[in-house]
């Protein structure tokens, strides 16, 4: 008996690459999606577009060299070697195929972000787009799926749970008037996102966050987790996440971290640097949490902002008025209310380091760029949580897996809806290890299903 479509992909985000990369091997595939916006709203369009490929002709025709075992190194580096060994092997050997085909398949502008080294990446290896938004990453994808006639998005409607048997599974779906339907399929890819926007199971898993702000969809809902939990599935590293010390308030604007790469600092409300801001984006933003108000101030410079100018969310906090200047220390301390002899002080000792090329206390040893004190601008920041980054366990084909490691036939996870390559905690991201399981575990279903369709 046949099935009324090969493969759902359950989420119109990153899951588009499993749904197209399947439909283009020939597979009959649905998407579902819930939010009607979805356009603008979820959190691949959020996104900086920044998807690490390890060994990319991008990568040699600057002459640099980077293989799997490199970026897979740096994953355990950062995580301290608690990064799910096989999922980051699967991944980083995928990597270089998947940033090859977003530019050769789906025709995006792919470009290697040269201008500075995310922290942790130990080779130039983030791909991106011009502007850098991922809402042209996901226009893209729409634009590539809309050329595909075995492809097929239903929007609005919700995935709430899936029967039937490994050789036919039924997926349940709810429409916005409460009614279901059911479709049968080969296999369904949750692709989902995580919990971001479940407030009650941030704080049951990410306690240290739950009174930050969450900067994403809302309709990262966790249901995953559940639809996953009544199939057996195991799941793993919930208390992962990807967080942030630089969005605007109360703008909610994403200031970014280049501002720091490129030479800014972070101050508390008492005009105090905190930690070693180059240590990554993600953990500086529950040292943020701790700070009076939950709160900081960016500080940079003139070339610096300019700098910037190539990222849209940039553009975005500056449009929206977050930006404050002024031509000295003292007046830019008096425009936050920050104490104006300490906060002087401050960036007399980053000039100090800066200068000297010198370590600070904090051991922060880079300072690419002395910052203009006469030219000083600042923003104020607050502690967000973006997306989570545990979720159910797959294997290396995004297949999801029970406790004891027997795949659960015909289900699959990618992105947020999965465990991720970010180990536990804010401090084992590396930036693009949101977007690479989202689309890499995406793009490894769409394969699998189609060589087991044979």
Partial sequence: MGTDVDFVVAGAGGGLAGAIR???LGARVLVIETNSHFRSGNNTSMSTAMIPGAGTRWQRELGLEDTPKTFVDDMLRKTHGTVDLSLAEALAGVSASLVTWLADSIGLPIELTTDFAYPGHSVLRCHTIPHRTGSALLKGLLDRASQLPNLDIMVPARVVDIAGSPAARIVVIEHPDGSLE??????????TNGFGGNAELVKLHIPEMADAHYHGSAESRGDALTIGSRLGADSGFLNAYQGHAALSYPQATLVGWATVL??????????????DETTGYSEFGHMELLQPEHAGVLVFDRQIHDACLLFDDFRQTVDAGALRWATSPSALAEQFGLPKQTFINTLDQVHMYATANSACPFG??????????SDLVGVRVTAAIFHTQGGLRVDQHARVQRPDGVVIDGVYASGGSAIGISGFGASGYLAGNGLLPALGLAYLAGEDIVTRLG
């Fill in 182 to 191: 059911e479709i049968s399929t080969s296999a369904i890819l949750l692709a």
């Fill in 364 to 373: 922060r040893t880079s300072w690419p760029h002395d910052l203009d004190r």
């Fill in 22 to 24: 399947a439909a283009e």
């Fill in 262 to 275: 490129h030479g800014g600092i972070l101050v508390n409300l008492d005009g105090e640097r905190f930690g």
